[in-house]
């Protein structure tokens, strides 16, 4: 079976840091993703990264905060996020797709992950 599983939110004042983990089993993918759903917000894209190469994306409202790097074995990767404002309050997801390109849409993805909470305080 496969599935993608996220770890490392949680609640953290402005300013602050988390690293997210997401890790992929039965399986591994090509290209990985995160995006995140705020209350009443339509899910948008953070970051994606292809794996051969390494190229990253980042949507503009994280460049220069977050990051994107991978783990071993095509299995996991990692969301580092720094100088975290609360409009970054969201439930972060993971997504994952065997195309070798990474895509800033959702239809790009065809795993997805159960998503992490995470809360930033003012």
């Known amino acids: 079976q496969v599935q993608l599983v996220e770890s490392g939110g949680g609640l953290v004042q402005a300013g602050g840091s988390l690293r997210l983990s997401c890790a992929a089993s039965?399986?591994?993918?090509?290209?990985y993703a995160w995006f995140r759903q705020a209350p009443g917000k339509d899910r948008e894209f953070v970051g994606a990264?292809?794996?051969?190469?390494?190229?990253?994306y980042y949507a503009d409202f994280v460049k220069g905060r977050f990051t994107i790097s991978r783990g071993n074995a095509k299995i996991t990767v990692y969301l580092q996020m720094n100088s975290l404002k609360p409009e970054d309050t969201a439930v972060y997801y993971c997504?994952?797709?065997?195309?070798?390109?990474?895509?800033?849409?959702?239809?790009?993805?065809?795993?997805w992950g159960q998503g992490t909470q995470v809360t930033v305080s003012s």
């Open positions: 990264i292809s794996w051969s190469g390494g190229r990253t």
């Open positions: 039965g399986r591994s993918f090509s290209s």
């Open positions: 997504a994952a797709s065997s195309r070798s390109l990474a895509t800033r849409e959702e239809s790009g993805y065809n795993y």
